[in-house]
């Protein structure tokens, strides 16, 4: 059984995950991902299976990949990048992880969030080359904070904003909003993005990427917004369409942008948003934890080892 690991949390952080993957006797070839679709379809074709992250699996990749391929298990539960669709055509099962990393990835959200409004990373910076740079910040307490996406890592940010004395907003689909959760924290409803944008000063991003979601935030919607909005993302790039982000905040009409998520990772040195004064942006680490990534790494070579070998306990995501 051949194995490609391309996953670098992954490989690169201690835990059992190291263990069972080794007891299992497959033949593992390691590759440091995420990987586009060209090398990828270089590698097709010679793997029983994918244990996988942010790789391009293109319908092309699937074509070369079958009929060998037998599984597909994501570490992490963003497929964007694979094409479940495809996959689900050819009844290739697609596993991932949910429920694992909301905890982390909410907690990235308010580091990101609070060091954007403190002006940490130019302070702490400054005092390290010498200087003592006194920069006056803000706070978030009273403020309002927008959620898009009100599934687990929605919930988590929504129980932190609380306890930082926020007012709550949020949008999600009316068949999945959590009605018993946003009553208990005081959450007003949102159905579409617009009617929420003119209340709040921080909108925080954790929806997934689909066709609908796909520049979600633009020019457009941004005039409806207020002055100086704080927007943060740790949920995925493509959601902010970049040359209008880059437009408002050069107008002053976003007052920082805080992302964990570029559209090119890692990104060319030109990126227009790498040296931007009012863009923070840390290097998807957002559920790189050392509690974290062992969670998902076991979940993930779990869902793989236990459906190769014809166990019920794996979570599929997509069916037929």
Same mark, same amino acid.
């Given at each position: 059984? $051949?194995?490609?690991?391309?996953?670098?949390?992954?490989?690169?952080?201690?835990?059992?995950?190291?263990?069972?993957?080794?007891?299992?006797?497959?033949?593992?070839? *390691?590759?440091?991902?995420?990987?586009?679709?060209?090398?990828?379809?270089?590698?097709?074709?010679?793997?029983?299976?994918?244990?996988?992250?942010?790789?391009?699996?293109? *319908?092309?990749?699937?074509?070369?990949?079958?009929?060998?391929?037998?599984?597909? %298990?994501?570490?992490?539960?963003?497929?964007? @990048?694979?094409?479940?669709?495809?996959? #689900?055509? @050819? &009844?290739?099962?697609?596993?991932?992880?949910?429920?694992?990393?909301?905890? #982390?990835?909410?907690?990235?959200?308010?580091?990101?969030?609070?060091?954007?409004?403190?002006?940490?990373?130019?302070?702490?910076?400054?005092?390290?080359?010498?200087?003592?740079?006194?920069?006056?910040?803000?706070?978030?307490?009273? &403020?309002?904070?927008?959620?898009?996406?009100?599934?687990?890592?929605?919930?988590?940010?929504?129980? !932190?904003?609380?306890?930082?004395?926020?007012?709550?907003?949020?949008?999600?689909?009316?068949?999945?909003?959590?009605?018993?959760?946003?009553?208990?924290?005081?959450?007003?409803?949102?159905?579409?993005?617009?009617?929420?944008?003119?209340?709040?000063?921080?909108?925080?991003?954790?929806?997934?990427?689909?066709? %609908?979601? *796909?520049?979600?935030?633009?020019?457009? !919607?941004? @005039?409806?917004?207020?002055?100086?909005?704080?927007?943060?993302? #740790? %949920? $995925?790039?493509?959601?902010?369409?970049?040359?209008?982000?880059?437009?408002?905040?050069?107008?002053?009409?976003?007052?920082?942008?805080? #992302?964990?998520?570029?559209?090119?990772?890692?990104?060319?040195?030109?990126?227009?948003?790498?040296?931007?004064?009012?863009?923070?942006?840390?290097?998807?680490?957002?559920? *790189?934890?050392?509690?974290?990534?062992?969670?998902?790494?076991? !979940?993930?070579?779990?869902?793989?080892?236990?459906?190769?070998?014809?166990? @019920?306990?794996?979570?599929?995501?997509?069916?037929?």
């Amino acid at each position: 059984m $051949r194995i490609l690991l391309t996953t670098t949390s992954y490989q690169d952080t201690p835990g059992e995950h190291h263990a069972l993957l080794a007891a299992q006797g497959y033949d593992v070839h *390691r590759e440091r991902g995420p990987l586009p679709e060209s090398r990828m379809l270089e590698l097709a074709g010679e793997f029983d299976a994918f244990l996988c992250g942010d790789d391009e699996i293109t *319908r092309a990749v699937l074509d070369k990949a079958l009929p060998r391929l037998r599984v597909i %298990s994501k570490y992490g539960i963003g497929l964007d @990048k694979i094409d479940v669709a495809a996959c #689900t055509e @050819k &009844k290739l099962p697609v596993l991932f992880t949910p429920g694992v990393n909301h905890t #982390t990835v909410a907690e990235h959200t308010f580091c990101l969030l609070l060091a954007l409004v403190r002006n940490l990373v130019d302070s702490a910076n400054s005092v390290r080359n010498g200087q003592w740079k006194r920069v006056t910040g803000h706070e978030i307490w009273n &403020k309002t904070i927008g959620i898009v996406g009100l599934g687990r890592i929605g919930q988590e940010v929504a129980k !932190r904003a609380t306890a930082f004395g926020m007012n709550i907003h949020a949008m999600d689909l009316p068949q999945y909003w959590p009605k018993a959760f946003a009553d208990v924290h005081g959450i007003t409803q949102h159905e579409e993005i617009e009617t929420m944008l003119p209340h709040i000063d921080v909108l925080s991003l954790h929806a997934n990427l689909s066709e %609908s979601t *796909r520049n979600l935030i633009n020019a457009e !919607r941004l @005039k409806l917004a207020k002055p100086e909005l704080l927007v943060v993302n #740790t %949920s $995925r790039a493509e959601l902010v369409h970049m040359p209008d982000m880059i437009a408002a905040l050069d107008a002053g009409k976003v007052g920082g942008y805080a #992302t964990d998520v570029l559209d090119i990772e890692p990104p060319p040195a030109d990126h227009p948003l790498l040296k931007h004064p009012k863009a923070l942006i840390t290097p998807h680490i957002g559920s *790189r934890t050392y509690e974290s990534v062992p969670r998902q790494a076991m !979940r993930a070579t779990l869902n793989l080892v236990n459906y190769l070998k014809g166990e @019920k306990d794996v979570i599929q995501a997509n069916k037929w």
